[in-house]
């Protein structure tokens, strides 16, 4: 080695590492955003439910805490395994385990996302089925929800006509022109799009709504929004007291 060549600092490997370490905590922040707790339809960063994540080279773990520990099982279940399907389609991601901690299922729930099981075969004493149609059921509430978000800061009056007889199109056009709408649109649309027909506002089974049953399906859509908004903040507000 030339004399005035640096030596290197015997810490660099360890600062790369921690470096790389980091990078992954962050990816795996990011893959738990998109994770929602399918009752509030909500994210469960948001509602503050991660305790820890943890990185060690291609192994992560994440611990994570619900608002009580009398939440229903299958809601928490459908959230320990989404969290880890999230976490092992990182591609550097070699294992993953998720904990769910302070929960009167949480033994049986852990062990059973450890090894892949469904919620029948985990609970194949209590289980009354798999849980796709509680999914799908709770999607469509999520669904109306975000319909109400938009439609209670659409434009109206003027020449614009009946929400009910917008076309996706004219949703679109209308969101790129009033910045208040680009997010609640953007979410709208995300559920919007997996639903058939060109109306902008359906039904959840994505059926256009008739004029004539529109005071009621706009009701009917409040009623829900409403009703998700405050069991969130409930829950909110009891996940803020649940030590880290």
């Not at 990185?55 to 279940?77: E, H, I, K, R, Y």
């Not at 209670?152 to 009946?162: F, H, S, Y």
């Not at 995300?190 to 008739?210: I, K, Y």
């Amino acid at each position: 080695m030339r004399p005035n060549e640096a030596t290197p600092s015997p810490a660099a490997p360890l600062a790369v590492a921690d470096s790389l370490t980091e990078a992954r905590a962050e990816e795996v922040r990011l893959a738990l955003e998109t994770i929602r707790d399918p009752e509030l339809d909500e994210t469960v960063t948001a509602m503050g439910f991660i305790k820890s994540i943890e990185v060690d080279g291609g192994s992560v773990g994440v611990a994570f805490q619900l608002p009580t520990q009398w939440c229903a099982a299958n809601f928490a279940f459908l959230m320990a395994a989404d969290i880890k399907a999230a976490l092992v389609a990182l591609p550097w991601v070699t294992s993953a385990e998720v904990v769910l901690r302070d929960h009167f299922a949480a033994r049986r729930i852990n062990e059973a996302v450890a090894q892949d099981l469904s919620f029948m075969q985990a609970f194949p004493q209590k289980a009354e089925g798999e849980l796709d149609g509680l999914r799908h059921t709770f999607l469509e509430k999520a669904f109306l929800a975000r319909q109400h978000a938009v439609l209670d800061v659409l434009p109206k009056g003027g020449n614009l006509p009946l929400p009910a007889l917008w076309t996706l199109p004219d949703l679109e056009r209308v969101a790129r022109e009033t910045a208040s709408l680009t997010e609640p649109v953007a979410r709208y649309l995300a559920l919007r799009r997996n639903l058939p027909g060109d109306r902008a506002f359906v039904s959840a089974q994505g059926e256009p709504v008739e004029i004539a049953h529109w005071t009621v399906h706009v009701r009917s859509v409040r009623g829900t929004a409403v009703t998700m908004a405050a069991n969130a903040e409930h829950c909110r507000v009891l996940a803020a007291a649940n030590p880290d």
